[in-house]
């Protein structure tokens, strides 16, 4: 059973950076991979990133070359580094830990993700 706790959000100004982090304890976090994925008000929660325990990245078409996820298997944690952000950026971000296939599946299905942590929020203030 794999536990996760999103922190890092808060409200930051157009176009500045900020970086989320999920960590993660109760389970080989080496052997899961882990997405982000976010919620903005009134909208249905779709995915940003994801990284594969083999260290493959998946990005979302809009968050590419903005955003860029990593992980570091020592500290149990996985990051969220949010460049030049926008309003449209604003949301609850969560990330989400899937075992499936010993952690080598890449995808942004949430179906796929057994694991969620309870979120953190972040508002873009222009």
């Known amino acids: 059973q794999v536990q996760l706790v999103e922190s890092g959000g808060g409200l930051v100004q157009v176009g500045r950076s900020l970086r989320l982090s999920c960590a993660a304890s109760?389970?080989?976090?080496?052997?899961?991979?882990v997405g982000w994925f976010r919620q903005a008000p009134g909208k249905e929660r779709e995915f940003v990133a994801a990284?594969?325990?083999?260290?493959?990245?998946k990005y979302a078409d809009l968050m590419r070359g903005r955003f860029t996820i990593s992980r570091n298997n020592a500290k149990n944690t996985v990051y969220l580094q949010m460049n030049s952000v926008q309003p449209e950026d604003t949301a609850v971000y969560y990330c989400?830990?899937?075992?499936?296939?010993?952690?080598?599946?890449?995808?942004?299905?949430?179906?796929?993700?057994?694991?969620w942590g309870q979120g953190t929020q972040v508002t873009v203030s222009s």
């Open positions: 109760g389970g080989t976090f080496s052997e899961y991979a």
């Open positions: 989400a830990a899937s075992g499936v296939y010993g952690g080598h599946l890449q995808t942004s299905q949430s179906s796929r993700y057994g694991y």
């Open positions: 990284v594969t325990s083999g260290d493959l990245t």
